[in-house]
């Protein structure tokens, strides 16, 4: 599935790129302020969102509870594995009713571990890891924080639009491991 067009000028979606930002508590007396891009806020945060593209991954009404489905994004390139949750519980970020589904990268931010094998999701704590390599988890209701292990970064996040019944990907929060720009592979 790749229905893909640019992020810019696209209104309309049910959450828009101003809902999420001020609609996840991480809006604090006026300044946004979210893991993985400090010293963004407001405008500049919307600007760098905008750059990425839109990508359809999937419908809200085929979404599992608690069953990762895989899809690449930004691009498809190998590190751009990326995991589309639905959640037990609202989540940082989260889109639909219940506001429980997020979507993250599934490249450990440590040495790049990968996350998106068979056991690297924990329901139970709601959590993707432990890492393989060296044993980091992240919270997925708190934006991929670190919740224990080498890591000190958190997991980026795939922020997300619903439309109808549709998910779309719109852009990221964090720097995938081994890029300099999300937006370039190379
Ligand atoms: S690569 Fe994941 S903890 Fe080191």
């Known amino acids: 599935m790749s229905k893909q067009t640019d992020n810019k000028g696209k209104p309309g979606a049910c959450m828009t790129r101003r809902t999420f930002l001020f609609g996840t508590g991480a809006a604090v ?23 990425y593209p839109r990508k359809l991954i999937g419908q809200l009404s085929a979404l599992k509870l608690n069953a990762p489905l895989k899809f690449n ?10 995991l589309l949750f639905r959640l037990d ?9 219940d506001q429980n589904v997020v979507a993250f990268n599934a490249l450990c931010t440590h040495m790049g571990g990968l996350l998106d094998g068979a056991g690297a999701f924990s329901a ?5 890891g432990p890492c393989p390599l060296h044993q980091t988890s992240f ?7 670190v919740i224990g292990g080498h890591a000190t970064e958190s997991l980026p996040q795939v922020l997300l639009e619903l439309e109808g019944d549709d998910i779309y990907a719109v852009g990221m929060l964090g720097l995938i491991y081994g890029r300099f720009d999300n937006l370039k592979t190379g």
């Open 139 to 145: 919270d997925l209701t708190r934006h991929g924080i």
């Open 29 to 51: 007396a006026g300044t946004v302020l979210l893991p993985g891009l400090p010293g963004l806020e407001g405008k500049a945060l919307a600007a760098e969102i905008a750059r």
């Open 89 to 97: 519980a609202p989540a940082g970020g989260g889109i639909g009713p």
């Open 124 to 128: 139970a704590d709601q959590a993707l």
């Open 73 to 82: 994004y930004p691009d498809e390139a190998q590190n751009s594995n990326s």
